[in-house]
């Protein structure tokens, strides 16, 4: 890549893999760039000083979702001879269950609801988690649409959930309690 402007998307239409243009807001374009923002929110949180632990959780996503990020770019049959795009695969979704896990072990019990709150890194993720949430649901408007494999959205989902409690291990790393809900009572 010689610069980093090409004009070609100056009419609102964009190339996914394999060359087809579609327009800007196409599902599949929302869905990619979806999990673009998710991966920039992690490089936020990652900003806030998680730790080193957390830190290391934060850059293998950012790897997986670049990954997933052109999974969602190449529409099937559409890879050129001799490109491969990375696939989603269910152990992806496993090692995000074995962090969750592993996470958790660490944490007090969940009681209560807990709010987007506590220390920046905390805050951070909590954020990084709903823009996951946001993501889910633009892939699962695509994938009612297209084929899609279906480890995709089971690997979001899971992201989302990993991301909750990484905030929660953030907020306990930095000896800050996870602010909890009470709910409003009437009058």
């Known amino acids: 890549m010689t ?10 239409e964009t190339s996914l893999f394999g060359g087809k243009r579609v327009p800007k807001d196409d599902l599949r374009v ?5 999990i673009d923002e998710v991966n920039a929110a ?14 290391g959780v934060l850059e293998r996503l950012q790897h997986r979702l670049f990954d997933l990020g052109a999974e969602l770019a190449t ?8 490109t491969h ?3 989603v695969e ?20 969940l009681r209560h609801f807990v709010l987007p709150a506590g220390c920046p890194a905390a805050a951070a993720l909590h954020y ?4 996951a949430r946001r993501a889910e649901r633009d892939i699962v408007a695509l ?23 990484l905030a929660r291990a953030a907020n306990r790393a930095a000896n800050r309690p996870d602010v909890t809900w009470t709910p409003s009572r009437p009058g």
């Not at 529409?75 to 001799?82: I, L, M, R, T, V």
């Open 90 to 109: 269910p152990s992806w979704v496993e090692a995000l269950e074995r962090e969750i896990d592993r996470l958790e072990a660490g944490l007090p019990p």
């Open 75 to 82: 529409p099937p049959g559409s890879e050129k001879p001799g």
């Open 128 to 131: 990084a988690r709903t823009v």
């Open 42 to 55: 992690l490089g936020v949180a990652r900003a806030a000083d998680p730790g080193p632990d957390i830190d």
């Open 143 to 165: 994938a009612a649409r297209e084929p899609l494999n279906p480890e995709v959205l089971k690997f979001v989902n899971r992201l989302s959930d990993l991301l909750f409690v």
């Open 3 to 12: 610069r980093i402007y090409t004009r070609t998307g100056d009419a609102g």
């Open 30 to 34: 929302r869905a990619y760039g979806a």
């Open 85 to 87: 795009a990375p696939r």
